[in-house]
T-cell receptor
Framework: GAVVSQHPSRVICKSGTSVKIECRSLDFQATTMFWYRQFPKQSLMLMAT?????????EQGVEKDKFLINHASLTLSTLTVTSAHPEDSSFYIC????????????FGQGTRLTVV | AQSVTQLDSQVPVFEEAPVELRCNYSSSVSVYLFWYVQYPNQGLQLLLKYLSGSTLVKGINGFEAEFNKSQTSFHLRKPSVHISDTAEYFC??????????FGKGTRLSVIA
């Protein structure tokens, strides 16, 4: 199946700093990528939908100035957590659809962010 | 709006016993249905999916699921579980090219 690579898998940062998470589709072109956040022992909550070459669409309650999403190419989307605080500590997962009418989403390995 | 209900947050089961993880969805239109597995600190791996056709879907690792339109259910089953099946299982629904909507997950614990 298609492969989505997410990097880094773990990151620890100081409060007030910014962290960038990368999501790459390795063997297909992903016109749409999705970013999810997962709290401990809970489900995945969609944060935003990222379309190549255009602005991301954020879900209600997600601060777009805090969670910056860039989808500059068909194989790369990035999520930057700006001025991170301890409450931003979470597991972040990206997924990508293979083509505009994809029926299946492929997931990255996830990034465990800890803000101290 | 679509929603997914996983009725059991935790399911303990003995090794080699059968298991069923329940999933119900709500949608007034045709949807695609998925089951994913998540191991600790990892992303999601697709177990199986229903797009159309046969209502009985077979997936990886010996899992299968049956789509029941009248009951709006998509329960996941395995006839004999292994210790390695211990993980979190998520049911998800999608309409067209919209993002996946996930259930809250079911933690399957296989006991030796």
């Amino acid at each position: 199946g298609a492969v989505v690579s997410q990097h880094p898998s773990r990151v620890i940062c100081k409060s007030g700093t910014s962290v960038k998470i990368e999501c790459r589709s390795l063997d297909f072109q992903a016109t749409t990528m999705f970013w999810y956040r997962q709290f401990p022992k809970q489900s995945l909550m969609l944060m935003a939908t990222s379309n190549e070459g255009s602005k991301a669409t954020y879900e209600q309650g997600v601060e777009k100035d805090k969670f910056l999403i860039n989808h500059a190419s068909l194989t790369l989307s990035t999520l930057t957590v700006t001025s991170a605080h301890p409450e931003d500590s979470s597991f972040y997962i990206c997924s990508a659809g293979q083509g505009a009418q994809a029926t299946e989403a492929f997931f990255g390995q996830g990034t465990r962010l800890t803000v101290v | 709006a679509q929603s997914v209900t996983q009725l059991d947050s935790q399911v303990p089961v003995f090794e080699e016993a059968p298991v069923e993880l329940r999933c119900n969805y709500s949608s007034s239109v045709s949807v695609y249905l998925f089951w994913y597995v998540q191991y600790p600190n990892q992303g999601l791996q697709l177990l199986l999916k229903y797009l159309s056709g046969s209502t009985l879907v077979k997936g990886i690792n010996g899992f299968e699921a049956e789509f029941n339109k009248s009951q709006t259910s998509f329960h996941l089953r395995k006839p004999s579980v292994h210790i390695s099946d211990t993980a979190e299982y998520f049911c998800a629904v999608r309409q067209g090219n919209t993002p996946l909507v996930f259930g809250k997950g079911t933690r399957l614990s296989v006991i030796a």
